[in-house]
Structure formats: structure tokens, C-alpha cells
């Protein structure tokens, strides 16, 4: 079992950065896959990003593909999302989660975080 903890959220402007970490507690945090999704108001569970258990290798839905960067450092039992070139559209709760495998369907994480708002004005 894990414990996860999002922060890094806020306000930015359109074109701005923002770097979401997620902290996961106990000694298994590397034997998960990690994904941040994203959910707007009035809107489904969107996956945003994911990464492996090692790291290795990464995915990204189109939308954010060379904006936003996925990363983790297992040593820290951290998972980090950059973001760049923010956009008006990309304003939505954030999320880690922790899964088995690298899937963009949300209900294959079994551990989610309490999420944190990232609001991107124009």
C-alpha cells in the first residue's frame, strides 16, 4: 500500500510553468507505475501522463505531448510533472496515482492522492 501526497498547484498565466510533485509514503513506492491525471469541472477523469516502475519509459496524451514532462526519483519516492507553455485549458484538479502498469485508464490505479488545482488564466 501507498500513500500519496500532491502539491506544487496554483494560479499561473497562459504560457507560464508550474512543477507538480507527488510524495509517496512506504518502502514499495518503485514497485509501482505512476500516472497524473487530471479532471476539469463538468468533465471525465483525463490521463495526462505515466511513467514506469524504473522510469524508463514515459507516456503522454496528445494534448501535452513537448509541453509537460513526467519524472520520477525513486530514491525521494517522488513523482514530478513538469509543465510547460500552460494553457487556459489545461486549468483542472491534478492527480498522482499508483498503479501495476503504465495504463491510461484510470481505474487501473488502485492509490490515488487528494489532488491539487492548477489554474491557468489568459
Known amino acids: 500500500q501507498v500513500q500519496l501526497v500532491e502539491s506544487g498547484g496554483g494560479l499561473v498565466q497562459a504560457g507560464g510553468s508550474l512543477r507538480l510533485s507527488c510524495a509517496g509514503s512506504?518502502?514499495?513506492?518503485?514497485?509501482?507505475?505512476m500516472g497524473w491525471f487530471r479532471q476539469a469541472p463538468g468533465k471525465e477523469r483525463e490521463f495526462v501522463a505515466g511513467i514506469t516502475r524504473s522510469g524508463s519509459s514515459t507516456d503522454y496524451v496528445g494534448s501535452v505531448k513537448g509541453r509537460f514532462t513526467i519524472s520520477r526519483d525513486n530514491a525521494k519516492n517522488t513523482v514530478y510533472l513538469q509543465m510547460n507553455s500552460l494553457k487556459p485549458d489545461d486549468t483542472a484538479v491534478y492527480y498522482c496515482?499508483?498503479?501495476?502498469?503504465?495504463?491510461?485508464?484510470?481505474?487501473?490505479?488502485?492509490?490515488w492522492g487528494q489532488g491539487t488545482q492548477v489554474t491557468v488564466s489568459s
Open positions: 512506504g518502502s514499495t513506492f518503485s514497485s509501482y507505475a
Open positions: 496515482a499508483a498503479g501495476r502498469d503504465l495504463i491510461r485508464v484510470h481505474k487501473t490505479y488502485a492509490y
